[in-house]
C-alpha cells in the first residue's frame, strides 16, 4: 500500500481485548475474589503478556485462578481465534476503503483523459470568434440538466462493437444488462520463464518474467549516411555483406570503415619483376628491404614507383627478403548515437593477433577468434558489447563508408513484438451472451487480438471478433448474441518492465529450521549450506483484468415499442441579444439534436421556450422573440433506437 503506508496491525490489541473478555468472564462467575484481586498490576501484566501471541498467557492471581481460570488452553485459544478474525475483518475493511479510492482516482484519471481529448477535439473545430462556448462530453457524465425540463433515462455507455475500430462512448438508449459471472477461469501461454498465474472469483492475473524481450524483427536494412556523393545501398553491398539480427530491439547502430596506416613485414622472393607490397595504398617514405645478413638500399639495390611496388635491381633478384612497409588497411567502428564511437578493429582475418590496433581494448581476441572462424566481424556497440549483427568482407575495400544499420519493422498488426496469452472463460451453464465485460488493472494495457466461443459439447464453435484492439481501460466487447459455454480471449502484451525478483525457496522454514538445529550440535550432521532464495532477473509482461464477466443487454422494453428517449442540457446563460450560434457534435446512429432557447427581459420576465431544429457542423442566425437582456440555450438530444450514441457536443454563441 504505497499510497496510505503499511497495514497498521492491531493484533495484540485484539487479543488483549479477548483476554481481557475472558478476565470479566471469570470474575463475573466468582473468580478473583469478585474482582477485588484483579487490580491494575494485573491487567498490566495481562496486557504485556498479550504481546506474547505466540504463547499462552496466564494471569499470576492465585492458585485457584490460575488453575480453574487462565490454565484452560481452549479459552486462550479462543481468544486467539477471535483476535485473528478481527485482524482479518479490519484488515479487509481498510483494504475496500483503499480500493474504492483507487477507484476513484481511476475515475478521475479517466474523466481527466477524457476531458483532454474533448479539448483536443474541440480545437479541431471552426471557432466563431468572441463567442461564448459552451460543451460536454458523454463519456464523462450526462452533463448539467435542467431542473424545469423533463429528460428521460438513458444509458451511460463504453463498449465496442463489433465491426468498429473505437469504443461508443456516450449517451445510448436505456438497456436491460445482465452480468453472468464465469465459474472458472484459466490462462493458456508459452514462455521458458518463470510465471505467476493469480485467480479471483472476477479476475485474473498473469506475469510472466523472460530472460530478454520478445522481439522477432525482419532482416537489418542499410542505409547509407556517408559519402553524400550518391552512394547507394548496393554500393556498400559490393564490399560487405550483413547478416545475423540486432537483439537491442530496433534500435539502430552505425558502422563505418576507414583506412588506419599499420606496419607490415613481408618475404619475398624476388625476381626480375615487380613486387606490389599490398592491395591497399603503400607509404613510399618508410619502407626498408633486408634480409638475415644486411640491409638493402634504395637506388642501388632496388627502385621504388609511386604506386609503392619495388622493383628489385642486380644483386638482389632471385634472393629471399623481408620488407617492411606502412600500409593503410581497412578498419572498422560502431556506434548506438553516431557520435561515440568503439575502438577500431582492422579488417582482416589473416591476423587476428594485429586485428585491434596496440592500446586499445576492442572486444576481445578470444572472442574475435571465434568470429574469424566464422568469417565474420561483429557490429558491436561503443564499448564493444555484440549486438547479434556480423558482417563479412566480400572483396577487396576501395571506399570509405558510413552505414546506419536496423532491424527492418514487419508489416502487418506488430505480432514480431511481445507475448501472447489467451484466458479461458467457463460458466456453469450454456447461456446467450452477447458481449464480454473487462477491467484492466495493471500498468500496461494489453491488445485484444480475438474473442472465441463455443457452446455446449464443443458444439457452435467460431470467432466473434479478431482484430487488433487496444484495451486500457473498462470496457463492454460486444458481438452478435449467441450460446456461450465457454470462451477464449486471446490477449497480447508488447509492453514490458525491467525486473529483479528474490524469491524464498519452498522448503526455506524447514532449511531454517534445519541448521539451527546444527548450530546447537557439536558436531556437523549434514552439509546444509543450501541457497534460502534465489534470483530472477529479466523483462516482465503483465496480464490483468478485473470484474471479468459476460454481457447480456437488450434495449429495454419502452424502446422496442418505439419510444425515443431524449436528454436536454443546460442552461447554457448568455448576456445580451446573440447574433449566431454553431453547435457541432459527435453523434452515432440517428440522433435528432435541437436548440432550445429561453429569452430573459430586463424587467424580470421570462418568454416561452422556442425550440429550433438544428444540424451539427453549422452556424445559424438568431432570431429573437423581443429585446432580452440575456438568452438561456438549451441542447436537446433525441435517440431514435437502440443504435443512436451522443458523445459530445459543442456549442459556441455570439
Known amino acids: ?93 481498510q483494504m475496500n476503503r483503499f480500493v474504492a479510492a483507487l477507484r476513484q482516482d481511476n475515475q478521475m484519471v479517466e474523466a481527466l483523459i477524457r476531458q483532454t481529448g474533448f479539448e483536443r477535439w474541440k480545437k479541431a473545430l471552426p471557432q466563431v470568434l468572441g463567442s461564448s462556448q459552451f460543451g460536454w462530453d458523454f463519456g464523462v457524465s450526462q452533463g448539467i440538466m435542467p431542473l424545469d425540463m423533463v429528460s428521460d433515462d438513458v444509458d451511460l455507455i463504453n463498449r465496442k462493437e463489433t465491426g468498429e475500430d473505437v469504443a461508443r462512448q456516450g449517451i445510448s438508449v436505456p438497456h436491460s444488462t445482465t452480468l453472468v459471472q464465469p465459474q472458472s477461469l484459466a490462462w493458456q501461454y508459452q514462455t521458458d520463464g518463470q510465471k505467476e498465474e493469480l485467480f479471483g472469483t472476477d479476475w485474473a492475473r498473469l506475469s510472466i518474467l523472460e530472460d530478454a524481450p520478445r522481439a522477432i524483427f525482419g532482416s537489418p ?52 619483376d615487380p613486387i606490389t607490397l599490398s592491395s591497399y595504398r603503400v607509404s613510399i617514405d618508410d619502407i626498408v628491404v633486408y634480409d638475415q645478413f644486411q640491409s638493402y638500399f634504395q637506388g642501388f639495390d632496388y627502385n621504388l614507383a609511386d604506386s609503392g611496388q619495388v622493383q628489385p635491381l642486380g644483386r638482389l633478384q632471385g634472393k629471399v627478403v623481408t620488407i617492411g612497409f606502412t600500409e593503410y588497411f581497412p578498419a572498422y567502428q560502431c556506434s548506438v548515437d553516431g557520435k561515440t564511437w568503439s575502438d577500431p578493429v582492422m579488417l582482416d582475418y589473416d591476423r587476428p593477433e594485429d586485428m585491434v590496433l596496440p592500446g586499445r581494448t576492442g572486444f576481445g581476441m578470444s572472442v574475435g577468434k571465434v568470429f574469424f572462424l566464422k568469417r565474420e566481424f ?54 446467450f451472451l452477447n458481449g464480454i465485460h473487462l477491467d484492466p488493472f495493471v500498468n500496461f494495457p494489453a491488445f485484444v487480438r480475438g474473442i472465441y466461443c463455443e457452446s455446449i459439447l464443443g458444439s457452435n464453435p467460431g470467432y466473434v471478433f479478431q482484430g487488433n484492439y487496444l484495451l486500457d481501460h473498462a470496457q463492454d466487447l460486444m458481438f ?24 524464498d525457496v519452498e522448503n ?3 532449511l531454517e529450521g534445519m541448521l539451527a538445529i546444527q548450530s546447537a550440535l557439536p558436531y556437523q550432521v549434514r552439509n546444509l549450506n543450501y541457497p534460502l532464495t534465489k534470483e530472477y532477473s529479466g523483462v516482465q509482461y ?24 431524449i436528454l436536454i442540457n443546460g442552461p447554457f446563460h448568455r448576456l445580451g441579444i446573440p447574433d449566431v450560434y454553431r453547435i457541432d457534435a459527435d453523434v452515432l446512429g440517428p440522433v435528432a439534436i435541437s436548440i432550445i432557447t ?27 422573440i423581443g429585446t432580452p437582456d440575456s438568452v438561456d440555450f438549451f441542447v436537446k438530444f433525441q435517440l431514435a433506437d437502440a443504435t443512436a450514441v451522443a458523445q459530445r457536443f459543442f456549442l459556441q454563441v455570439k
Do not use: C
Open 542 to 565: 503483465e496480464f490483468g483484468f478485473r470484474e471479468i464477466s459476460g454481457v447480456v443487454s437488450d434495449p429495454a422494453t419502452e424502446i422496442l415499442l418505439g419510444k425515443q428517449p
Open 480 to 503: 452478435p448474441k449467441r450460446e456461450v459455454l465457454k470462451m477464449r480471449i486471446d490477449f497480447y502484451q508488447i509492453n514490458y518492465s525491467i525486473k529483479n525478483h528474490l524469491v
Open 378 to 431: 561483429p557490429v558491436t556497440d561503443e564499448v564493444g558489447n555484440p549486438t547479434g549483427l556480423f558482417f563479412s568482407v566480400q572483396q577487396t575495400i576501395t571506399k570509405e563508408f558510413t552505414v546506419q544499420v536496423q532491424n527492418s519493422r514487419p508489416a502487418g498488426d506488430g505480432s514480431a513484438f511481445g507475448l501472447p496469452a489467451s484466458l479461458e472463460l467457463e460458466f456453469d451453464r450454456p447461456v
Open 1 to 93: 500500500m504505497r499510497i496510505i503506508g503499511n497495514y497498521a496491525s492491531n493484533l495484540q490489541s485484539f487479543f488483549f481485548q479477548q483476554l481481557t473478555q475472558l478476565a470479566q468472564k471469570a470474575t463475573a462467575s466468582g473468580e478473583y475474589a469478585g474482582g477485588t484481586l484483579l487490580d491494575a498490576d494485573v491487567l498490566a501484566s495481562l496486557k504485556a503478556q498479550a504481546n506474547d501471541f505466540s504463547s499462552v498467557p496466564f494471569l499470576l492471581a492465585g492458585q485457584r485462578a490460575t488453575e480453574e481460570s487462565f490454565q484452560r488452553a481452549l479459552d486462550t485459544l479462543g481468544a486467539k481465534y477471535s483476535a485473528l478474525a478481527s485482524e482479518r475483518n479490519d484488515f479487509i475493511l
Open 598 to 624: 429561453r429569452e430573459h427581459a430586463a424587467d424580470g420576465s421570462t418568454s416561452p421556450d422556442v425550440e429550433t431544429s438544428v444540424w451539427p457542423g453549422y452556424s445559424y442566425v438568431y432570431s429573437p
Open 508 to 510: 526455506r522454514k524447514k
Open 221 to 272: 536494412e542499410v542505409s547509407v549516411i556517408m559519402p553524400v556523393d550518391g552512394a547507394t545501398t548496393e554500393d556498400w553491398g559490393e564490399f560487405f555483406t550483413l547478416t545475423g539480427s540486432n537483439n537491442e530491439a530496433n534500435i539502430p547502430v552505425y558502422i563505418r570503415n576507414y583506412f588506419l596506416p599499420r606496419r607490415t613485414h613481408t618475404d619475398f622472393t624476388l625476381s626480375t
